[in-house]
């Protein structure tokens, strides 16, 4: 006898995920979000202790609610905590390459950093908040020099 994880979720955890179209998520990622329901936020560690699978797994499977704009992240690497967005209704359109592994591409952030300090000097900490970045991640873009072209 088998029993599906999402078989254990109380009936309004139940509810509320059928509210969202999770055709293309996997069981352990709905299992994850039904506890991100509940908690607002998880690790990486807790992601694992949930659903049983290995670190790079559920990294994975947690950019791939990100990439569903499901959830987000805050801070990077070892600190990252995935928030649930509140503002994500229904997913629009079922991504058939869910979860599949892509070359991340970063798109320039400089233009809303320059934006967000143009009034006033603000320090790393505030610019990372409101951009939903780590510090580190705003510091890399500071020192990077001159416009797209200059990139490998």
Known sequence: MTIKNHGLL?????AWLSTIDT?????????GLAF??????????????LTGCDAQTATRELAGLASA??????NDRRWTIWVLRDDFGRMAQPR???GAETPRTRRD?????????????????AL???L??????VLRWLRKRGGTADRP
């Open 36 to 49: 991100l329901h509940r908690n607002r936020t998880v690790t990486n560690q807790q992601y694992r202790s």
């Open 10 to 14: 109380d009936d309004e955890a139940v």
């Open 96 to 98: 058939s390459d869910f």
């Open 109 to 125: 952030r400089r233009p809303e950093i320059r934006a967000l300090l143009a009034s006033r000097a603000q320090p790393t900490r």
């Open 132 to 137: 939903e970045m780590s510090g580190a991640g």
């Open 23 to 31: 055709s293309q998520l996997t069981d352990r990622q709905r299992l």
């Open 69 to 74: 704009e499901l959830v987000h992240k805050t």
């Open 128 to 130: 990372a908040e409101e």
